[in-house]
């Protein structure tokens, strides 16, 4: 039996395909996403409520392109393609699909009939177009429900099988009245009630944990990130001091960073945490490495050798807990899901500690549900909606080789950074910023003296995932106090240069 009603989110490789799951969940209804070859069975064993196809680069009449066994269509429960998804649909149940002339892109206006699934939707409204191939005849029983001036068929309904169409995407911010299109389909064709909401998550949550640790001893490595540091919480909510978190402090933290996380966690709440103090052996092992992933891996092995040694002082531990959140799991039908931690997650954990069992309370769960789990058990708002930071730290923002001198000046000219950010109150605008001392010295003149200092880079950058990001446009005299406060008040930097490349083709840090 499933905890909450669930709405499917079967993946045909588009690229909006997690974006339409997190829709779903901000209706309140509980969504996962599967491959968009999951077996039927296992499809039905979930019971879901209903299921949304996404879109792709396919071409649905093409024998290589992903399909569904068309007996999806047969179950009784409300299926929702979408783009790919919708072409999919009409294609397998007898409908024609054609080149259009033209690729559609953009924002279109979309003309919408009175119908339940655009309840409280404007007649005449806007919506996202991306598709080159589109539905020209409909399969038998099926009606149109929106238009655009090159789109003719843009949504389509039979509602006796409650099966729909839309050619455009609704999950997307350039739909504007999209949320309330997906919501419709949730409540008004699929008869969800809404019961996914972060307390009755974090109250569940509490009962599994305790159901499964029993009066066994848990260890977790906590990082002082949001999905460590919620994770430790809701463990320490559930079993109290049979947990202990171990915190590697590496020396490659922000300004005071090691310091907040301790005074967080065990004068506020009162956790069982062990601090290692390995800011030496860090920079002793990483002493002379300038390449990025050599210092990566470093960083790497030094954690594992750090947390071992630590796990080992520690009696009867059996089992590991671990901040894994729902975009890490997921098993997708494109390429893109679950890439991002692979490369990120330092090092990983020691093979030869032995544990009996994995606890993953988030493994359900996006990241801005991590957050409002966060909020709901009373972190504050800088753990909680603390910008994503490697877990290589500094290390990777010291461009060279890495000595203690230089990253006082890094940890300097970062916090002057932030904290301008945060006086302009741009910081919700931003999803990442953060300084890097590149390795570039040169002249500048300050009073009557010649100097020959480093270039601080200032980056920051607009993103949804990290997987794609622009460049942020902070406003001109932001950037100015930025940069004056940082060569008067930083020893040894007379240069800052702005960062303005998006990714791709960089990335969003500099190593
Ligand atoms: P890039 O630089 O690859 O970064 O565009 C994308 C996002 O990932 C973070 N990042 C890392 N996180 N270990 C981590 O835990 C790493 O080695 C690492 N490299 C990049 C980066 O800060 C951004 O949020």
């Not at 010295?441 to 607009?462: A, Q």
């Amino acid at each position: 039996m499933n905890d909450h009603e669930l709405v499917l989110v079967l993946d045909f490789g588009g690229q909006y395909n997690q974006l339409i799951a997190r829709r779903v969940r901000e209706a309140k209804v509980y969504c996962e996403v599967l491959p968009h070859n999951a077996e039927l069975a296992t499809i039905v064993n979930k019971k879901p409520k209903g299921i949304i196809f996404t879109g792709g680069p396919s071409i649905a009449y093409e024998e290589d392109a992903p399909k569904v066994d068309p007996k999806i269509f047969e179950l009784g429960i409300p299926v929702l393609g979408i783009c790919y998804g919708a072409q999919l649909t009409a294609h397998l149940l007898g409908g024609k699909l054609e080149a259009a002339e033209n690729r559609e892109y953009g924002k279109k206006e979309l003309e919408v009939a009175t119908h339940p699934i655009f309840k409280d939707v404007s007649t005449k409204t806007t919506c996202w177009m991306s598709h080159t191939y589109h539905v020209t005849a409909l399969p038998e029983k099926y009606k149109i429900i929106a238009r655009t001036d090159h789109c003719p068929i843009a949504a389509f309904a039979n509602d006796e099988e409650r099966i729909y169409g839309f050619q455009y995407h609704p999950e997307v911010v350039h739909t504007p009245e999209g949320k309330q299109m997906l919501q419709n389909f949730l409540y008004e064709i699929c008869d969800c009630r809404g019961d996914w909401v972060m307390r009755n998550f974090v109250e569940k949550s509490i009962q599994k944990l305790r159901n499964q640790i029993g009066d066994r001893k848990v260890l977790l490595g906590l990082s002082g990130g949001v999905d460590s540091s919620v994770a430790a919480m809701l463990i320490h909510r559930a079993v109290g001091h049979q947990l202990t978190c171990i915190f590697v402090d590496n020396g490659l933290l922000r300004k005071d960073e090691g310091d907040m996380v301790e005074q967080v966690f065990t004068e506020q709440f009162d956790l069982n945490l062990k601090r290692a103090n390995a800011q030496e052996l860090f920079l002793n092992n990483l002493a002379g490495i300038s390449d990025p992933e050599t210092k990566r891996k470093n960083i790497g092995e030094t954690f594992i050798r750090v947390f071992e040694a630590e796990a080992e002082k520690l009696d009867g531990v059996e089992l590991l807990a671990q901040g894994t959140i729902y975009p890490d799991v997921i098993e997708s039908g494109g390429t893109h899901a679950a890439v991002i931690k692979s490369h990120h997650n330092v090092g990983g954990l020691p093979d030869d500690i032995k544990f009996t069992g994995l606890v993953e309370p988030l493994r359900d769960l996006f990241k801005d549900e991590v957050r409002e789990v966060g909020r709901e058990l009373g972190l504050p708002s800088h753990v909680v909606d603390r910008q994503p930071f490697p877990g290589p730290g500094l290390a990777i923002r010291v461009i060279g080789d890495i000595t203690e001198e230089k990253l006082v000046i890094l940890r300097e000219a970062d916090w002057i950074y932030r904290e301008e950010i945060r006086k302009a109150g741009l910081q919700k605008d931003i999803w990442q910023y953060f300084a890097v001392l590149t390795g570039i010295k040169t002249v500048g003149v300050m009073g009557d003296e010649r100097t020959y200092s480093y270039t601080i880079g200032l980056r920051g950058v607009t993103s949804l995932d990290g997987m794609t990001a622009d460049w942020a446009r902070i406003p001109y005299p932001v950037l100015e106090a930025i940069s004056t406060r940082i060569v008067n008040e930083v020893k040894n930097v007379n240069r800052i240069v702005y960062d303005i490349t998006s990714k791709p083709p960089s990335t969003i840090e500099w190593e």
